[in-house]
């Protein structure tokens, strides 16, 4: 059985933590282990900060909601070789919520709420917070389900104009978008990616690359000639045409095989 993880208590995160020791289950996840899981008393567990730390033990008490585990071994992990943002537009159902839960079990390690020209969704003001925060919950408990120690980060929602200044400011590494209509195939520009000294401190040194996924409508040409002038690289899966829950998970999987990050 894969053990279960959970986070720690955030009053007990900052500690060093030794074998031998105890911790406190963070309360929610306590609540979920106790009284979903049915965790017992004995029963191998893992722990962590969400910032890399992953401690494994097994339940040494149950008191009412709450939960402490004894602690077999310590562990403090590295951020993954290959950083990867997906910019998910927003799109009507749950289908952005599907694509950015499906993306972090395949270790996407940001995300950008993306307000496209086509989006039928609509975060206004009012709407922005909450849908962050819903993001956040979303991809946070996505990392625990998949045994991550790293928890991915969900940023402000950016308009196409935002965006376009982004990746022409260069923050968000090597930017590809996803476009039915592009010249190459993404395993031709990973290849080239790889080859090229010119782009080795993008993705050889701190290997940080953006995914650019648009909404039902697709991305319009204003967007795609915008982006493409700031400095993004247009491409294509192949000759399906993927939906937006779907095309920035498959992309992920590809650039995860081949990058050498599942190796």
Known sequence: MVEPLFRLAKSTESKNFAEGDTAQVDAADAKHAI???????????QLSDGE???????????EGQAMKVSIGAVARETPPN???????????????ELAIQAATELGAMAFVPWQADRSISVWNDAKVAKGVARWQTIVTEAAKQ????FDPEVQQPLDSKQLTKRISDGDLGMVLVLDPTGELILPQVLHKMNASSAIANTFGVS?????????????????????EAAGAHR??????????????????AVIQALSGSWS
């Open 82 to 96: 290959l950083n990867i943002t997906l910019v998910q537009a927003l799109a009507k159902g749950d289908r952005d």
């Open 35 to 45: 009284s979903v899981r049915r965790m017992r008393i004995g029963e191998a567990v």
């Open 146 to 149: 998949s045994l991550r120690v």
């Open 52 to 62: 890399g730390l992953r401690l494994r033990g097994v339940v040494a008490a149950i």
């Open 207 to 227: 290997r940080k690359l953006t995914l650019v996924v648009g909404p039902e409508g697709g991305i319009s040409d204003s967007e795609l000639q915008a982006f």
């Open 235 to 252: 491409v294509r899966l192949g000759v399906e045409i993927l939906r937006t829950s779907t095309a920035g998970v498959a992309a992920i």
